[in-house]
Structures are given as structure tokens and as C-alpha cells.
DNA sequence: ATAAATCAGTACTATTTCGGTACCATATCG
DNA sequence: CGATATGGTACCGAAATAGTACTGATTTAT
């Protein structure tokens, strides 16, 4: 199906419910509430964007989560990133000497293309862009990498 | 790791050995050969491209597999949908009311247009394309849909 | 100082998916 | 009819995923 993760997908709405108050600290009891998901879930997803710095952490009473920098500075790909690691559609577009049919296969290098316009698409989407309910006219130009 | 399945990955390398002779017909065993896979493997994803209408089959001896049509009008989107069903990032991407958040996230539009970018994406470059060693210049444009 | 609230880290388990294999049926050619 | 191939189904083991539980550390408030 090609998709990412469900913790990718619930990371993405909780930013989303970060990102609309960014000034205050939320606990993760608030956020769980807020997208309806189980407390454990939201609290294991936060620990993961924290430590991808996408968002800082107040520990203590009244402490709880914040976004690190402002919506717009926050990608679609790097919350994918931090949920998933680093975007590679294939074993050997992610990391090279694994396949072993390297020598055989020739797709090796256009797969690695393929990735770099899906990571730019992601990269091209913005935390701020995913509030917006559906609103803004015209494309957002993506490319794939030259000479592909 | 937002990746396609390894068999996806194999049927593109099979495919490629098939495109490199078209007009031929190719045994399983001799593409299994080509891109050094199992037999089995290979046999299994060559009846899902079968299915999907990507190749043609023809049993009995000296049978085997052709591609359906040229490798200028198969993409890698055909490939990854015969693999693994219809493109969709997210659940709810995919198939509406599946999630339960949907009324509380308002991301779920975005993702959609993430997705639809995505397969476009993938869309536009052909079997022919991946055969290329690395050549071709400029980029190919693609576009998000309109109001993200 | 103590208790409460809240995040940090680790470990565990159940479920699902994925990759791989085996088997038998069916079709074609000689 | 027999050899060679694909078609279909079913199965199994391994790995990834999702979810849960527990314990520790830190901060605030009283």
C-alpha cells in the first residue's frame, strides 16, 4: 500500500494539535484526549519527537510538550524522519551493499531518484500547510532530481 | 522507513530483465536466474503482474512471460499498485471512515494531496525510465494538487 | 520536606504483515 | 502421453507494528 506507519499518521495530527496553540506547553493527557487516542500511544510518540527535536519537553507539574520551532519550519518529512527513519522506498536506495543484486538489477539508481522526489515532496509540505483546511490556489511545483 | 515491499522492489528488477526483450517470451526460471531470486519468489510476483494485466503469460512448454505492452506506458505506479494495491499514505487516505479521528484531526485532506502528489510521482516515470542508466537531463515536473 | 504531576526509559506481549515454500491443478507442445 | 510451464491455494516462520505496563527522574506546589 505503500503508506507510512499509524504512529507516523497520529504524530502528524498531533503536531497538528500542537501547532494550533504553539505557545503553550500541552500535557500528553490533553493531546491524547484531544485526538482521541490512548494516553500510552500519544505519550510513546512524543518521546520520539522529542528526541528528533521536532518538539521540547517540560518535565514536572504543569510540564508537557511544545513545538521546538514555529509550523512552518516543521516538514511533513521530518516528522516522517523521526517517526521512521530515514525515507528510503527500497533496501538499496536507503543504503547501498545490501541486495545483492546490485550488479544484476540497473533500477538501483533510478529508485534512488524516485526517493529523493518523494522525500522533497514531503519536505516541500509544511506543519503549517497541513492546518490549513484546503484552502491555497495553485501547485506546489516538485521535481525529481536531473537526468533521472 | 516509508518503503515498498521487497517484492515490489524484486518485480521491478523482473521487470526491467523483461523489458530488456520485449518480444520475447521469458520462463520464470530464467528470470529467476536474471535478477537471482528464488523461483518460487519470482513465480510468485510474476502471477500478481500477470493478474494485474502487466504481462502477458503462456503456459505449457516453452512458455513464460512478455511484458502486456511497451515499457514506455508501464510506471512504476502500475508496478507498485499490482504489488500492493492502491497508493495510500495513510489509512484514511485511502478509505474514508476507517480512523475515528477524522472529524477531530483535519490533516486527513493534506495527506490526500501528499498521497495523490506521491502517485504522481510514481506515475510519471516509466519501465523505460528505470532502464536508463542515468542519463537523461532536467527534471520531470510534478505537481500537488491544486489547494494544499 | 513531601506529595503530586508529568515526562523518560525499558521491557513485554499480542497482532499483523511479509517473505518464502510447498503442493496440486491446468494448459501446451512434441 | 509425457515433459515443461504457469495458475491457484494454502501454509509456515520471521519480522515489524501497535499497544501496554512498569519503574525512574524531575519539577512544582503546599
Not at 19 to 43: C, G, I, K, Y
Not at 62 to 77: D, K, Q, T, W
Not at 135 to 140: K, L, P, Q, V
Amino acid at each position: 500500500m505503500l503508506r507510512v506507519s499509524k504512529l507516523t499518521d497520529y504524530a502528524t495530527a498531533v503536531m497538528a494539535a500542537l501547532a494550533d496553540a504553539p505557545a503553550r506547553v500541552h500535557s500528553a493527557q490533553e493531546l491524547a484526549e484531544r485526538v482521541r487516542l490512548e494516553l500510552p500511544t500519544v505519550s510513546k510518540l512524543l518521546k520520539q519527537l522529542a528526541h528528533a527535536g521536532l518538539v521540547d519537553s517540560f518535565r514536572g507539574v504543569n510540564g508537557g510538550y511544545r513545538l521546538a520551532r514555529a509550523s512552518e519550519r516543521i516538514s511533513v518529512a521530518d516528522i516522517v524522519t523521526a517517526m521512521e527513519g530515514p525515507i528510503g522506498m527500497t533496501e538499496c536506495s536507503a543504503q547501498s551493499g545490501l541486495c545483492g543484486l546490485e550488479p544484476h538489477c540497473g533500477v538501483r539508481v533510478n529508485w534512488q531518484r524516485i526517493n529523493q522526489a518523494i522525500a522533497e515532496a514531503l519536505a516541500g509540505v509544511s506543519l503549517a500547510d497541513m492546518l490549513k483546511p484546503s484552502r491555497r490556489r495553485g501547485a506546489i511545483p516538485i521535481h525529481v532530481a536531473p537526468s533521472l
